[in-house]
């Protein structure tokens, strides 16, 4: 999917997209205490439209990324960057302070739209690996960058990360790799299924980048083959989280994707059809910051998504959403974050 | 038929997987062939190269702390495999820091060569990286196309210029041709030329030096009758040239190519430890 979910809303800001084939999900979160100046409000008038739903704002991927795109520039150049909705004119406004006093104002048009939430409890599920992005980042550079698919096979005494190849490639061609890893590696290591679970590692390069940006620990939440694996980064101020779907293993070692539930409000539509990962054509693009820069922005594919839910207080509608600014100012931010900037 | 070897010292790994660069740079596929003390790279000049033709020799005992090898037969003790380097060149580039590395034949679902990697780790025990190399193995009656090339009945041979001056000249070049006609004299010049309706460009190089050949007999070479200003001459492919100048990851301590004129241009690369002849046919 070339969409990106723009949702602000009290607590902050939430980036969201999925794929075109609904098997991969991201999600963003950066508390209001990521920012400099954050305001959300909510016109009273409209309350009495009785909007279901806070607004949403479905952007264009292509017309943000232009936007965050050359990192050492953004590094060197801005100063601030001010972001603001002008809902009576569907516009998001980037507005970018860089010195010499230049100022760069991108207005991006958005489609209001439902929120995108993942239907997934990450509490539900038996495996939870806790890794530091440093360590999975040596894991997963010995698998070339061109293998789409990996598998994770887990028992309580080891961890194996290998290369998947699907039947129809001729076995005789493909390089198989192979990684074992000791489970005293793991910050946190819990295994309450045996479990062999095969996931999209393009799709996951993104979270890794962000994740070494931001030195954090990534947590792993999984179960058996064809349900979702998780893998997260939280900490104070952000919260990344990337859902994706995983192959679903028939006794005969066939393997076939599991079909996903897509739903959106109270509807739930069956996706029939999930494209292989041989056939998405995906076209990746990462721009990665660490707090001290800007933002994060990912293009994630294969997702699915689950009911939307959200509490009837967030129901508030509104118009004008009003300043949400990052600086890269350095009393936003504590000082061991300033260390990540080269 | 078995086969298993070790590397433990960082330099010597090092070196290895330099020599694998350069050998994946040269050919998509090729044919390992192994002996109790060399390993050869070995590319024959089928028209799907384009007739190039490869010999890469490696003295085991300058890179593996252990290598053990059981050919097919005791009479032919040697085992011949074909691989694509590009693969071993993967296997080996994140291997850099390895605590040890070991190469063998396995048999998985096809035979295979298997690279598997011990890596420093925190915890107790190291972490090991396996990859599996699907590799095929040549019958004995194939080995016959394997020979090692003798050397062609040269008009010149010639020490090369500074490779990586050679290479920033012809990387230029390919923009305006795909033919490069490359020719030299035992006057130690050489000149490198493309023309085209347009333009035309040459590179003059003075003072290479010329190597002594002594021919098996012990009598000088004929060459020696030759007028030593005239030139022998051979149009090749650009890309081919370019192939063998941009594989070349470290300065060979010798360096020197022979030409028979409108026929073939034969260059041997000496390093301390690997020694690589390329041989690039002349085009019509």
């Not at chain 1, 997934?120 to 440093?134: A, T």
């Not at chain 1, 479990?195 to 994740?211: D, I, M, N, Q």
């Not at chain 2, 070790?6 to 350069?22: E, G, Q």
């Not at chain 2, 693969?87 to 096809?110: E, G, P, Y």
Request: glycine content about 2%; overall charge negative; aromatic content about 8%.
């Amino acid at each position: 999917s070339d969409e990106f979910w723009f949702d602000p809303n009290e607590k902050g800001l939430a980036l969201r997209s999925v794929n075109s084939s609904r098997s991969a999900y991201a999600c963003v979160f950066f508390s209001s205490m990521f920012f400099q100046h954050y305001c959300w409000t909510a016109e009273p008038e409209l309350c009495q439209k009785k909007r279901q739903s806070p607004l949403t704002c479905k952007l264009i991927m292509k017309s943000v990324l232009p936007v965050f795109r050359c990192l050492n520039t953004l590094e060197r150049n801005v100063e601030k960057c001010n972001i603001y909705t002008n809902v009576n004119d569907c516009h998001i406004t980037f507005k970018l302070f860089c010195k010499h006093g230049i100022i760069k104002t991108h207005n991006l048009a958005f489609h209001e739209s439902e929120p995108l939430q993942a239907v997934f409890s990450r509490h539900m599920c038996p495996n939870v690996l806790k890794i530091q992005s440093r360590l999975l980042t040596d894991v997963m550079i010995h698998f070339p960058t061109c293998q789409e698919e990996v598998t994770v096979a887990v028992t309580p005494m080891k961890v194996c990360f290998k290369s998947y190849t699907e039947e129809e490639i001729d076995f005789s061609k493909a390089m198989h790799t192979k990684i074992h890893l000791n489970p005293d590696e793991f910050d946190y290591f819990q295994i309450g299924v045996d479990s062999e679970v095969t996931f999209c590692l393009k799709e996951l390069r993104g979270l890794l980048a962000f994740a070494e940006a931001t030195s954090a620990t990534v947590s792993v939440h999984f179960d058996v083959s064809g349900k979702p694996i998780a893998f997260s980064i939280e900490d104070m101020m952000v919260e990344a989280s990337f859902v994706l779907a995983t192959l679903a293993d028939i006794e005969n070692r066939e393997s076939s994707q599991q079909s996903l539930c897509l739903s959106q409000r109270q509807k739930r539509q069956k996706i029939t059809d999930l494209i292989s990962s041989k056939k998405k054509s995906q076209e990746y693009c990462v721009c990665t910051t660490t707090h001290f820069i800007k933002y994060c922005i990912f293009q994630f594919h294969s997702l699915f998504f689950g009911a939307v839910s959200f509490k009837e207080q967030d129901v508030i509608s509104h118009t004008l959403h009003s300043l949400a600014t990052a600086s890269d100012a350095e009393d936003d931010f504590d000082n061991e974050q300033l260390s990540h900037v080269v | 038929m078995r086969f298993r070897a070790k590397i433990v010292d960082v330099a010597c790994l090092n070196h290895f997987t330099r020599v694998i660069n350069t050998i994946a740079k040269l050919a998509k596929t090729c044919t390992l062939r192994l002996t109790v003390d060399k390993l050869y790279f070995i590319l024959t000049d089928k028209v799907a190269n384009g007739g190039v033709s490869m010999w890469c020799e490696l003295s085991q005992g300058n890179f593996f702390d252990e290598f053990q090898m059981e050919g097919v037969a005791a009479e032919h003790n040697e085992i011949y495999l074909e691989l694509t380097p590009e693969n071993l060149s993967r296997a080996l580039k994140t291997a850099q820091n390895a605590k040890t590395v070991k190469i063998k034949l396995t048999n998985k679902h096809c035979p295979c060569l298997t690279v598997a990697v011990e890596l420093p780790s925190l915890s107790s025990s190291s972490r090991i990286v396996t990859h599996d190399i699907p590799v095929g193995v040549i019958p004995r009656r194939l080995w016959n196309d394997f020979r090692e090339p003798s050397v062609p009945d040269f008009d010149v041979s010639i020490y090369l210029p500074v490779l990586k001056t050679m290479k920033s000249v012809v990387e230029r070049m390919k923009n305006l041709s795909n033919c490069i006609v490359l020719e030299a004299n035992l006057n130690g010049e050489m000149n490198l030329k493309i023309e085209t309706d347009l333009v035309s460009v040459t590179t003059h190089f003075k003072g290479l030096g010329n190597p002594p050949w002594v021919s098996e007999d012990g009598s000088q070479n004929s060459t020696q009758d030759r007028d030593p200003e005239s030139m022998a001459e051979a149009r090749i492919d650009i890309r081919k040239l370019l192939q063998l100048l941009a594989g070349q990851q470290v300065n060979p301590t010798k360096a020197l190519c022979n030409i028979v004129s409108k026929r073939i241009v034969h260059f041997i690369l000496l390093h301390e430890e690997v020694s690589l002849q390329y041989f690039i046919p002349a085009l019509a």
